[in-house]
């Protein structure tokens, strides 16, 4: 169990929880995967941390990303006292049960379970009757309000509404990232206002600035100003928008700009890659469809002069998360919880979504500025003891 005191106005631990955080592998890597290793690693300063991976999340051909799956492109990983299952399997319940006898052996006072997607729910939900048993407390930490293309198909949307709801039943808390996505997880799930907290999703700041030149150079990149979009693209991304920004900046600009969309396409290929190849700057555009490794992830943002994020919606961003800690100008939607998470960072710049125009004009007052800004303080540190904060009272 876990217990807190003040003393001099300090927060202290007075005795270690025991922890289980529930969340994907590193097998179907996402900004989920690097979540789930960020706050384990940094609750594990001074608590017993135990992780459930899952390492098959559906069959593969289903998913998008498959050419990723099961390849070591990231460097980060759990820290060496970090006790990690890897993992279950949507398919397998034998590893269910060693899932099973590994929370026994566990005993956490706390389950913290990662939700961004229904395909899951089944293994979740079984954790979860697994925690009810052994009287470990449960906390639901939404990334997503919604899945969009779950959304979209009637029979997944059926049984996202069935399976959440089992799950989201008489969990002790819920933890999002936003005020604007508080609202929305309460009124869509009829969730307690106050049994939701908030707690802002922290930096991606894994990742080393290099000289911009030198990123250039290592990208054959010869163009003036760099404009960066980055992150997996789908339809809610809002990539066509910002080509057509593109296409609006006066010739004197663009003739010496590059516009580098670079991440794997999930959603309309054919249709973005006829954007591109129809578009009178195609020769200014470079299309980079695939996922890029964490080896790489520093040329790309440290080449840019301007970062856009164009989304139609979005909960929460952990491109936008790693491209605060490169201190450059980002050019961003005014959606949902973005505005909170991105308020405290003097380089964001707010426009409305779906707006070609407004990027225009937006890119035209920060290109070649050249300013670097202050990240904001976000650190897993400060992360962590609101984390604290709110599983002492539940523990």
């Not at 007075?14 to 890597?29: E, H, T």
């Not at 009287?135 to 009637?154: C, G, N, R, T």
């Not at 900046?249 to 580098?260: C, D």
């Not at 800004?373 to 992360?383: A, K, L, Q, R």
Request: net charge positive; aromatic share 12%.
């Amino acid at each position: 169990m876990l217990y807190f005191k003040y003393k001099d106005n300090v927060f202290r631990t007075v005795q270690k929880a025991n922890i289980c955080i529930v969340g994907p592998s590193k097998r179907f890597l996402s900004g989920i995967s690097y979540y789930t290793i960020r706050i384990a690693n940094a609750l594990s300063d001074s608590n017993n941390v135990s992780v459930i991976c899952f390492r098959k999340l559906l069959p593969e051909f289903l998913f998008p990303g498959r050419r990723h799956v099961g390849r070591n492109i990231s460097h980060i990983d759990f820290n060496p006292n970090v006790r990690v299952f890897d993992g279950m399997d949507y398919n397998n319940p034998l590893t269910w049960y060693s899932a099973y006898r590994y929370l026994n052996r566990s005993k956490p006072d706390v389950i913290i379970m990662q939700w961004w997607t229904s395909s899951v729910s089944h293994m979740l939900l079984f954790l979860k009757i697994v925690g009810y048993f052994m009287k470990s407390k449960l906390i639901i930490e939404f990334h997503e309000v919604i899945d969009p293309m779950e959304e979209a198909f009637l029979p997944l949307r059926l049984y996202s509404g069935f399976m959440g709801r089992l799950l989201r039943k008489n969990a002790q808390a819920y933890i999002t990232h936003s005020e604007p996505d508080k609202k929305l997880i309460a009124a869509r799930y009829g969730i307690l206002p106050e049994k939701i907290h908030v707690i802002p999703h922290g930096l991606y700041d894994q990742y080393e600035r290099i000289n911009k030149k030198t990123a250039r150079e290592k990208l054959k990149i010869d163009d003036e100003f760099v404009i960066l979009s980055f992150g997996l693209i789908r339809r809610y991304k809002g990539i066509p928008y910002l080509i057509k920004a593109f296409e609006q900046l006066p010739e004197i600009i663009s003739g010496k700009t590059r516009l580098l969309i670079v991440g794997e396409v999930w959603e309309d290929k054919k249709e973005l890659i006829d954007i591109v190849h129809s578009s009178p700057l195609k020769d200014k555009i470079t299309l980079i469809d695939r996922y890029v490794e964490d080896s790489e992830v520093s040329l790309f943002f440290s080449a840019a002069d301007i970062i856009v994020l164009p989304y139609l919606r979005v909960s929460q961003s952990g491109v936008a998360h790693i491209a605060m800690t490169f201190g450059k100008p980002i050019i961003v939607s005014d959606v949902q919880g973005l505005r909170e998470s991105m308020g405290g960072y003097e380089g964001a710049f707010f426009v409305p979504p779906g707006n070609s125009e407004s990027i225009t004009k937006e890119i035209i007052i920060h290109l070649g500025t050249q300013e670097i800004y202050n990240p904001p303080t976000i650190g897993w540190d400060i992360i962590s003891r609101k984390y604290l904060e709110i599983i002492s009272k539940k523990v």
